[in-house]
């Protein structure tokens, strides 16, 4: 399992603000890119990669520069070059990986991966460009997203936002549901 948050110290190790901890014994493992600092507020991850969102700006992680969005590999925690070099101003709170997208949710305004897009969106994974999805690149919520869930074929998004955004077909407040793409 992976532990993101603003921790030294896990499964008896030091660890900086992200781990892997062995299900069976409850240790960390040595898989240790560090997050060197902020915190960690969101993570996700495919077979390759784990992605990692919170609240840092500048900060390493597996020795790259991260504002607010990275990514590091599952093998040895290195982080990726060159991916998402531009994002946010702002924290990205939560992160959902679903049907070959990378959901992204937070209160960045305009600015995700040099992508326009406000407070959510959804990226390629491995590269971190529009996803393509319809949510991609749209003008998102109108305010902070905090949280996601999928459920059958629906997308469920919740936070501090008022109003419909590009993402839902009528107007939202604090949750909302849209159909995922095919």
Not at 46 to 72: E, K, M, R
Not at 96 to 116: D, E, I, K, Q, Y
């Amino acid at each position: 399992i992976y532990a993101g948050g603003s921790f030294t110290l896990i499964g008896g190790q030091v660890r900086n603000r992200i781990a892997e901890i062995d299900l069976t014994a409850g240790n960390a493992t040595t898989w240790n890119p560090g997050l060197s600092a902020g915190t960690v507020n969101a993570l996700a991850f495919d077979a390759t990669n784990v992605y990692i969102g919170g609240n840092f700006s500048g900060a390493t992680i597996g020795g790259q520069t991260f504002t607010y969005l990275g990514a590091a590999t599952r093998s040895a925690g290195t982080g990726l070059a060159g991916w998402c070099a531009t994002t946010t101003t702002f924290p990205v709170n939560a992160l959902l990986l679903t049907g070959g997208v990378l959901f992204v949710g937070g209160a960045f305004g305009g600015n995700l991966c040099s992508l326009t897009i406000y407070n959510f969106g959804g990226l390629v994974p491995a590269t971190a460009a529009s996803s393509g999805y319809p949510l991609g690149g749209g003008t998102g919520a109108g305010g902070a997203v905090n949280a996601f869930a999928v459920s059958a074929n629906n997308l469920y998004v919740g936070g501090i936002f008022n109003g419909a955004g590009s993402f839902f077909s009528q107007v939202r407040n604090r949750a909302g549901a849209t159909t995922l793409a095919g």
